[in-house]
Structures are given as C-alpha cells and as structure tokens.
C-alpha cells in the first residue's frame, strides 16, 4: 500500500467534524457546481459527484433537493474557493480549502486561528508545492467483474497512482486533472461511484511528540471549527493510538 492509502486511513481515524457542518458543506459544494453547470445533474457532471457525496454522506434527499432549488435562484450568493496556506507550531505544512462568499470575513478568521495557535499566516505558494494534488473515486467493490490488478492496468491510461480496497469500496487515487475522464470512464462501464473529491496529500510528513501534536491540533480544531472552511490538510505524521 502507498501513500493514498496510509494518508486516507489517518484521515480516516481523524474526525474533526460533526454531521451538521458535513452537510453545510456539501450544501456549498452543491451552490458551486449548480451556479457553474446547471441544476440537471444528468447534464452537469460536478454536480453528480456532489449527490453522489451527499448520499455517501447520508444527507436525506430532500435537504439534497432543497440545496439544488435554493441555488437555482439567482439571489443565492455564490461561493468562491479560495486555499489559505500557512505553518503550524514546530513547522507542520498547513493548506486550508475555503469557500466564501465574502473573502475579507474568511481572510481575517483564517489569519485570527493561525495567529491565536501560535501559527504562521503564509504567502500564496509557500507551502502548497509540499502537497501533490489528487483526486479520488470509491466505486461499488461487488460490481467489479475483474480482479483489482486486472482494473489497475484498465486505468494505466489515466496515470492512476492507487487502487486499493478497504471496508467501505475500491478506492482509486489519481492526479487532480485526470477526475472527468475517469468519472467518464466508470460511468461508461456502469461501475457504482459511492464517492469523489479531491485531496491534497503531503509530500512527506514530520513526526511529532504527543505534546507538540497536541500544539498542532489545537490549530486544525479552529480552522475545522471556520464556517467557511471546507477542508484543512497538514504536513503532520499521524499517531494512530
């Protein structure tokens, strides 16, 4: 097994955030993908993936369907991504993924929770280059009419890095700008996606003691704890105890 997939079981076994702030999330995604493609998700494929998460993430249907009709209308605020970069205490990597509709609120409490956790606000670019950029399936393991060896070599083509299968599917890791062909590619095969989306993976990690995991976590539950936040990645080796 590779990096993928040490890096999503130490996702995994840390959880910083409750259902209610997934589904805001997943409600911003889905503002996103309708004010960019439409809200037909036969014809808007971002959008597709977004259900698709949604339902792995167990949002009933009806908060799916009224987060579909509510960015239809023209007066919802769109959102903007917007990545945030910066150090942790004892020079842990941090990139913090955003999605704001009014970028000064989200700068000045991005900057605050560094700031008040002993972190360091950076610059655009000043840590980005330490996390490769990749996307990520989890497809439907009982439909696959081939062994996980035969599947890798079909996706040869798509510069695959992974493919693994844990509890919960066959997971296929690639890099960031492979994501429409291979979502076109399983859905022209008729294979299940549970589940899709992006991370940005460290390059290499630093290992820490238990007190100066504990400094650094205290800056991950703040940035987690953001509104605007969608998703904070980090340089720091994971302690599975």
Not at 3 to 31: L, N, P
Request: glycine residues 4%.
């Amino acid at each position: 097994m590779g990096r993928a997939f040490e890096f999503r079981k130490a996702r995994k076994m840390k959880r910083w955030s409750a259902m209610a702030k997934t589904f805001t999330r997943i409600g911003k995604d889905i503002v996103m993908a309708v004010k960019e493609g439409g809200p037909n998700p036969e014809t808007n494929s971002r959008l597709r993936a977004v259900i698709q998460n949604a339902k792995a993430a167990n949002m009933p249907k009806d908060n799916i369907e009224r987060a579909i009709k509510k960015a239809s209308d023209k007066n919802t605020a769109n959102y903007k991504e917007v990545l945030f970069e910066g150090y942790a205490p004892h020079g842990i990597a941090i990139l913090v993924e955003t999605a704001t509709d009014n970028n000064n609120r989200t700068v000045a409490n991005v900057r605050a929770a560094f700031n008040k956790c002993d972190g360091t606000f950076g610059t655009s670019g000043s840590v980005v280059f330490m996390f490769d950029h990749t996307c990520n399936f989890r497809i439907n393991a009982e439909e696959m009419k081939m062994d996980l060896e035969e599947f890798e070599l079909e996706l040869i083509d798509f510069d695959v890095e992974e493919v693994f299968e844990d509890e919960d599917g066959i997971l296929i890791y690639a890099p960031f700008e492979q994501f429409g062909a291979i979502q076109k590619y399983l859905e022209e095969n008729e294979l299940e996606i549970l589940s899709s989306g992006f991370e940005r993976i460290p390059t290499s990690t630093k290992k820490l003691t238990k007190e100066e995991q504990e400094d650094v976590e205290k800056l991950l539950e703040r940035l987690e704890e953001e509104d605007d936040v969608q998703n904070v990645y980090h340089s720091m080796e994971l302690n599975e105890s």
